[in-house]
Nanobody, 122 residues
Framework: QLQASGGGLVQTGGSLRLSCAAS????????MSWFRQAPGKEREFVAA????????RYADSVNGRFTISRDNAKNTMYLQMNSLKPEDTAAYYC?????????????????WGQGTQVTVSS
């Protein structure tokens, strides 16, 4: 089970850190990711991280502003979001995969948490 938290209202240029807590003892065996969905738009890939944390992937729209990380000892994944823009406003979802590679599409992730809302005011 995945539980996302940390969303909120922030001004343009501000920062937020999202967390995704996982239950169970096998967190380190999952590739983890963040997706987001804005109103009226499809859910899109944001960032992903390998099992051990050594490999990451980012959407072009967030590369250089967002940082994904994980703490396997705490069964938790994070998304540090800096220099936030109004277009970052969306519900953010964490997801887990058991693939040997890092998927960047929704279909690669069978396990999903509930969303946490991020709103960036202009």
């Amino acid at each position: 089970q995945l539980q996302a938290s940390g969303g909120g209202l922030v001004q343009t240029g501000g920062s937020l850190r999202l967390s995704c807590a996982a239950s169970g003892r096998t967190f380190s065996t999952y590739v983890m990711s963040w997706f987001r969905q804005a109103p009226g738009k499809e859910r899109e890939f944001v960032a992903a991280i390998s099992r051990g944390g050594s490999s990451t992937r980012y959407a072009d729209s967030v590369n250089g502003r967002f940082t994904i990380s994980r703490d396997n000892a705490k069964n938790t994944m994070y998304l540090q979001m800096n220099s936030l823009k109004p277009e970052d406003t969306a519900a953010y979802y964490c997801a887990a995969a058991t693939t040997p590679y890092i998927p960047i599409t929704q279909s690669g992730y069978p396990y999903w948490g509930q969303g946490t809302q991020v709103t960036v005011s202009s």
